[in-house]
């Protein structure tokens, strides 16, 4: 697998993460189209840091104060230069950095630094960059955060900021303190890697280096080199691992809506294009009984789902869980013949597979309920004789090679 490891021992940034990125061999023109939908003409440059050369990202923005929505209005305005993925995943940095000023200062109007053309630009070439590497997956090694105090809009505060901390509670990644009495990984930075990592880094075990580049930083220390450092490396192990992809979870509470509206609605979620979805009872308040409605979905898919669980259940509010990292088994279809009243009736069976080998074969249930249906016997018949002839083909398959589709 290739994985893209950051080595933050020096901070991390926005701007340092777009341009370690592009250090390491991201696509460049690309980057720089998709952040001038925001600014113009962001220069790229190669800059000294204590002996290290680095790429740097410069925009000329002025400072901007914008709420959430004015940021997501800004982010809908790169829509044409932008890929729809690196937009989703943008917004979703930006969620992050909303939901952390909200656990600081409660509800807030306004983004100060992070609401400023630059921020988004970075966040949207950072975004961009990614995803023109083509990796399986990204790595964060222990972030420096730095110390001392640093000053912004809402006055002095003491290193990490506040809102950096709220963004790092919770996310798995490792921290330090860091030798530099300064602000060394800005929120915006710590929204981008948390974000991005998939993986933790004790699950890297060996590889070697593909690429490697350095993103500098504003400052120029003389002594200490103001640069992030990125990698592509390429994993070495004796079992492959299970191949990933990032999900949104969306949810909603219903008290008022019934068991048959419920089903209908996540036949429809499904036919729509979800991943899964799934009805839980619980308890509600004052006592009622209601339901936990969870639909799975691809980020880019989030909005229109919540549009569509709105008005199949007539709920005011549904929450995203956002950029879930799951692993998914490869897994391959096929027909197995089952004789049911003495006829040969062709069933489809989903096989999954890991290391190269068979782990589970489950009969499709619409399948085995129409030919159920067909005969008039009782579906568990049709799913037990489809369950023996499964059992065959995984003991004639079990050492062939995973195959390649999904």
């Known amino acids: ?99 952390s000023e909200e656990m600081v200062h409660g509800e807030h109007v306004h983004f100060h630094e992070v609401g400023a053309d630059d921020a988004i630009a970075d966040v949207i070439g950072a975004c961009t960059a990614l995803f023109s590497l083509g990796v399986d997956g990204v790595a964060v090694l222990p972030i420096a955060l730095g110390s001392g105090t640093a000053t912004g809009s809402h006055g002095r505060f003491p290193v990490p900021a506040p809102a950096t901390v709220a963004i790092l509670t919770g996310s798995g990644l490792s921290t330090l303190h860091g030798i530099d009495d300064t602000e060394l990984c800005t929120p915006t930075g710590a929204a981008l890697l948390a974000e991005f990592t ?35 490396v390429e994993t070495i192990s004796a079992v492959a691992a299970m191949p990933q992809d990032s999900v949104d979870i969306l949810e909603t509470n219903v008290d008022d809506v019934n068991g048959e509206v419920i089903g209908e ?102 399948a085995a309920w129409r030919i159920a249906e067909e005969l008039g016997v009782p579906v568990r018949d049709v799913l037990s004789a489809a369950q023996a002839a499964t059992e065959r083909i995984t003991s004639e398959q079990q050492h062939r090679e995973v195959p390649g589709g999904k």
């Open 198 to 232: 998939t993986l933790a880094p004790a699950n890297l075990g060996a590889y070697t280096i593909l690429t490697s580049g350095y993103g500098a930083g504003s400052r120029n220390p003389e002594h200490t080199p103001n640069v992030l450092r990125a990698m592509v």
């Open 1 to 99: 697998m290739r994985i893209l490891v950051f080595d933050p021992f020096h901070g991390a940034a926005g701007d340092m993460i777009t341009a370690a990125l592009i250090a390491c061999g991201a696509d460049q023109e690309r980057v720089i189209t998709a952040m001038r939908a925001i600014v113009p003409d962001p220069i790229v440059e190669i800059v000294d840091r204590a002996g290290i050369r680095a790429v740097k990202v410069t925009t000329h923005a002025t400072p901007e104060h914008r709420t959430f929505a004015e940021v997501e209005k800004r982010l809908d305005t790169a829509a044409l230069q932008v890929p729809e993925n690196a937009r989703a995943m943008a917004r979703r940095v930006f969620l992050r950095l909303n939901e």
């Open 265 to 366: 609605a996540l036949a429809r979620f499904m036919a729509a294009g979800a991943r899964d979805a799934s009805a839980t009872p619980l308890l509600m308040k004052k006592g009622r009984p209601g339901y936990l409605v969870t639909v799975i979905v691809q980020p880019a898919l989030s909005a229109s789902f919540a549009k569509l669980m709105a008005r199949e259940l007539g709920t005011l509010g549904v929450r995203c869980i956002p950029a879930i990292h799951r692993f998914i088994a490869d897994r391959t279809f096929t027909d197995v013949n089952v004789v049911i009243c003495g006829l040969n009736k062709r069933l489809p069976v989903k096989c999954g597979w890991l290391d190269g080998e068979i782990f589970s074969c489950k009969p499709e249930f619409d």
